[in-house]
């Protein structure tokens, strides 16, 4: 219920949210100084006058507190206040996030012994002069104060703590992906350690006030102060600690398992230790986790048959519709593999293209492009689609060359390929019936593509563009020297090529062309 009223009071207020519910809060002390008051009627005699006149210094002073501590939250909130404002920027994200996160634990820092040297000891002292207490009473009534005080910032640390989560909330969904806590905050262990015990001192004093003699007195509240604090740091503080044991054991069980889930270790547990939420929620983890590594086997398997970088999209994205983009394809081709074939056997065969395929998909990968499909001996590289690129005609062309000196470095003259680069548009997108989708690009781009590769058994180049791959080039790979122009099968005219510099010596042309075909 408390909850969902911040939430609502976060969305009305927007950017005045914060510090709305920082001076909200503040009635807490005034409650609880109302309260301490009350209490010391039970411990001495107290007209109704000089019961108000306290009741009113002790409101002014911790009024005076109260907006020493404003300004303090009020310099902590600017960048939380500009976030909310519509400053979304990643550095004011990350600050504000942080800030608000850490705003109960500055403020306690900030404000330090101020509470007490502004409210706590000028009352205590007020009050031994009013009712012409002796001196040696301001001890008594520092004590008490103190434990007041402790309780009060308990409250007021808790209570930011609590109104800040709706901020958080907002928040949190636009931080960056790199984004680190940074430095802790208080532990939970020790929130629990601190709070639960002073909860007991609490309740023993007031227990001790309401249940006392009539003839109590100020040293008397000295001594429930000193009973209270010994009797919650001794005999109930084991009940704190196996609580804090109870509770903590599990959230650290959490924390281990999903820094190993963090490292790449799907096969971290929660173990299951009760039937409470918290077993609940190790059940709910674990199953969130199985899934997450059933999910690793098919992004694996996937991407065993598909480029990774596709096989991601499509898991993201599910089913990539066609659209009409600007791309480079590359087409190699292993020259006279049919004539191998003939003499190999199908184990051989399908050794020799693995191989191949092996050697030249991961630099299609390197250079930003996938494998869109193998046909035959021959791949089709595809850079600029799924993933937008606009420097896919450099990609391409750094890829074939790296090709082609692979290949000679890995076979020498055991095997020759042939390698066609060209660019345009095409479309790209899924293409499939009958439950079975394929992502392809399709456009007279690819098939100019694959005309070009033939033609380099007639030039005896392994690796040729054309003018459209050439005036899409950015960066200087390499030197060109341009080819006479093809006639390329359904096209009505001339095609310009160009091959890379050095091309290979005439001597090595002329020895390609008289060289059977296949495989030296």
Same mark, same amino acid.
């Given at each position: 219920?408390?909850?969902? /009223?911040?939430?609502?009071?976060?969305?009305?207020?927007?950017?005045?949210?914060?510090?709305?519910?920082?001076?909200?809060?503040?009635?807490?002390?005034?409650?609880?100084?109302?309260?301490?008051?009350?209490?010391?009627?039970?411990?001495?005699?107290?007209?109704?006058?000089?019961?108000?006149?306290?009741?009113?210094?002790?409101?002014?002073?911790?009024?005076?507190?109260?907006?020493?501590?404003?300004?303090?939250?009020?310099?902590?909130?600017?960048?939380?206040?500009?976030?909310?404002?519509?400053?979304?920027?990643?550095?004011?994200?990350?600050?504000?996030?942080?800030?608000?996160?850490?705003?109960?634990?500055?403020?306690?820092?900030?404000?330090?012994?101020?509470?007490?040297?502004?409210?706590?000891?000028?009352?205590?002292?007020?009050?031994?002069?009013?009712?012409?207490?002796?001196?040696?009473?301001?001890?008594?009534?520092?004590?008490?104060?103190?434990?007041?005080?402790?309780?009060?910032?308990?409250?007021?640390?808790?209570?930011?703590?609590?109104?800040?989560?709706?901020?958080?909330?907002?928040?949190? +969904?636009?931080?960056?992906?790199?984004?680190?806590?940074?430095?802790?905050?208080?532990?939970?262990?020790?929130?629990?350690?601190?709070?639960?015990?002073?909860?007991?001192?609490?309740?023993?004093?007031?227990?001790?006030?309401?249940?006392?003699?009539?003839?109590?007195? !100020?040293? #008397?509240?000295?001594?429930?102060?000193?009973?209270?604090?010994?009797?919650?740091?001794?005999?109930?503080?084991?009940? %704190?600690?196996?609580?804090?044991?109870?509770?903590?054991?599990?959230?650290?069980?959490?924390?281990?398992?999903?820094?190993?889930?963090?490292?790449?270790?799907?096969? =971290?547990?929660?173990?299951?230790?009760? %039937?409470?939420?918290?077993?609940?929620?190790?059940?709910?983890?674990?199953?969130?986790?199985?899934? !997450?590594?059933?999910?690793?086997?098919?992004?694996?398997?996937?991407?065993?048959?598909? $480029? +990774?970088?596709? =096989?991601?999209?499509?898991?993201?994205? /599910?089913?990539?519709? /066609?659209?009409?983009?600007?791309?480079?394809?590359?087409?190699? #081709?292993? @020259?006279?593999?049919?004539?191998?074939?003939?003499?190999?056997?199908?184990?051989?065969?399908?050794?020799?293209?693995?191989?191949?395929?092996?050697?030249?998909? +991961?630099?299609?990968?390197?250079?930003? /492009?996938?494998?869109?499909?193998?046909?035959?001996?021959?791949?089709?590289?595809?850079?600029?689609?799924?993933?937008? @690129?606009?420097?896919?005609? $450099?990609? =391409?062309?750094?890829?074939?060359?790296?090709? =082609?000196?692979?290949?000679?470095?890995?076979?020498? #003259?055991?095997?020759?390929?042939?390698?066609?680069?060209?660019?345009?548009?095409?479309?790209?997108?899924?293409?499939?019936?009958?439950?079975?989708?394929?992502?392809?690009?399709?456009? #007279?781009?690819?098939?100019?593509?694959?005309?070009?590769?033939?033609?380099?058994?007639?030039?005896?180049?392994?690796?040729?563009? %054309?003018?459209? %791959?050439?005036? @899409?080039?950015?960066?200087?790979?390499?030197?060109?020297?341009?080819?006479?122009?093809?006639?390329?099968?359904?096209?009505?005219?001339?095609?310009?090529?160009?091959?890379?510099?050095?091309?290979?010596?005439?001597?090595?042309? $002329?020895?390609? @062309?008289?060289?059977?075909?296949?495989?030296?």
């Amino acid at each position: 219920m408390l909850k969902a /009223g911040l939430k609502v009071a976060a969305a009305r207020l927007g950017a005045r949210y914060p510090l709305a519910v920082v001076i909200a809060q503040f009635w807490i002390a005034h409650l609880v100084a109302l309260g301490a008051i009350g209490l010391l009627t039970f411990y001495t005699d107290i007209s109704s006058g000089e019961f108000l006149r306290i009741v009113a210094v002790s409101q002014a002073l911790v009024f005076v507190e109260n907006l020493y501590t404003t300004r303090v939250a009020v310099g902590l909130l600017k960048p939380v206040c500009a976030w909310l404002g519509g400053e979304r920027d990643e550095h004011i994200t990350v600050v504000a996030w942080m800030r608000a996160a850490a705003l109960p634990r500055q403020v306690a820092r900030r404000v330090g012994l101020a509470p007490f040297l502004v409210s706590v000891l000028p009352l205590c002292g007020y009050i031994v002069w009013e009712l012409g207490l002796p001196a040696y009473s301001l001890l008594a009534l520092a004590a008490g104060g103190v434990v007041v005080l402790v309780y009060g910032e308990t409250l007021r640390y808790l209570a930011i703590d609590l109104a800040m989560r709706p901020v958080l909330e907002r928040i949190s +969904p636009h931080l960056p992906d790199h984004f680190v806590i940074g430095q802790p905050g208080v532990p939970l262990r020790w929130k629990l350690l601190a709070v639960l015990p002073m909860i007991n001192v609490i309740t023993g004093v007031v227990v001790s006030a309401l249940s006392g003699s009539d003839t109590a007195g !100020l040293g #008397d509240l000295g001594l429930d102060v000193l009973i209270a604090v010994v009797v919650a740091f001794t005999i109930s503080f084991e009940l %704190t600690v196996l609580l804090s044991a109870a509770i903590l054991a599990p959230v650290q069980d959490f924390q281990e398992a999903t820094e190993r889930v963090r490292a790449g270790d799907l096969e =971290a547990r929660v173990p299951v230790t009760s %039937t409470d939420e918290i077993g609940a929620l190790a059940q709910s983890f674990n199953d969130m986790v199985v899934r !997450l590594e059933e999910r690793e086997r098919l992004r694996e398997a996937f991407g065993a048959y598909v $480029d +990774p970088g596709l =096989a991601e999209a499509v898991l993201r994205d /599910g089913t990539l519709a /066609g659209d009409e983009v600007d791309v480079s394809v590359l087409f190699v #081709d292993i @020259r006279g593999f049919t004539a191998y074939a003939e003499q190999a056997t199908a184990r051989e065969v399908v050794a020799r293209l693995n191989g191949f395929f092996e050697l030249v998909v +991961p630099i299609l990968l390197r250079h930003g /492009g996938h494998a869109n499909k193998f046909v035959g001996d021959g791949l089709l590289g595809v850079f600029g689609a799924p993933e937008r @690129r606009e420097d896919h005609a $450099d990609r =391409a062309v750094e890829a074939a060359l790296a090709i =082609a000196e692979t290949v000679r470095e890995r076979y020498g #003259d055991d095997l020759r390929i042939g390698i066609g680069v060209n660019s345009g548009e095409v479309m790209a997108g899924t293409v499939g019936g009958g439950g079975r989708l394929d992502f392809t690009v399709i456009g #007279d781009t690819v098939n100019t593509a694959s005309r070009v590769e033939e033609v380099t058994r007639e030039t005896g180049d392994e690796i040729l563009i %054309t003018e459209a %791959t050439r005036v @899409r080039l950015e960066r200087e790979a390499c030197e060109f020297e341009e080819r006479p122009g093809a006639i390329l099968k359904g096209k009505s005219r001339a095609v310009r090529l160009s091959a890379p510099v050095p091309a290979a010596a005439p001597d090595d042309r $002329d020895a390609a @062309r008289a060289a059977p075909p296949g495989v030296a």
